[in-house]
């Protein structure tokens, strides 16, 4: 019978990681947009002050999924938050419980270090797995609109 194991991410995992993030860019049609490499995974995600964690998910032993994540603040609960900045399986493995587990394991972690809120984005377009979060009782947060500066635009205005 085939098990799906979820396990923490090590710097063995970077490569595993990089490849996991990339395919989610090809997903999500921004495979440009992916700076990342092996090094740089490493020194940020296990760095000894590190914010950011990585799950790996396995089946029968075989890497087909990962979860990152780090921890926010809410200013109004006086609490830490846990974000999920990726969820990724790989699509030959959709639909056996991977990415359920993957939600369960850092919802568990979201409890045991007494966070107030378990939060992630999701692309508007992508119908399947907003489908699949509000089966699971997630509840999308479509008063808030996202904003952000990279690149030229952020250095610019840093220094202005």
């Known amino acids: 019978m085939s098990e799906i194991m979820i396990r923490e991410a090590t710097i063995a995992d970077a490569e595993l990681l990089l490849m996991f993030i990339k395919e989610l860019a090809i997903y999500e049609k921004a495979e440009d947009e992916v700076y990342a490499t092996v090094e740089t995974i490493k020194e940020t995600m296990f760095s000894e002050n590190t914010q950011v964690h990585g799950l790996i998910c396995e089946l029968d032993g075989v890497a087909i ?15 830490s938050g846990l974000y999920l900045e990726d969820l990724y399986v790989t699509p030959e493995h959709r639909g056996k419980g991977a990415g359920l587990k993957l939600l369960k394991n ?14 992630w984005s999701c692309l508007d377009w992508n119908k ?20 952000r500066m990279t690149g030229k635009t952020l250095v610019d205005f840093a220094q202005s």
């Open 128 to 147: 399947p797995s907003r489908d699949f979060y509000q089966a699971i009782g997630a509840v999308s947060q479509d008063e808030w609109v996202g904003y």
């Open 65 to 79: 999924g990962t979860a990152i994540y780090f921890y926010n603040y809410s200013t109004w609960l006086a609490k």
């Open 106 to 119: 850092m919802a568990k972690t979201a409890i045991d270090k007494d966070c107030a809120r378990f939060e």
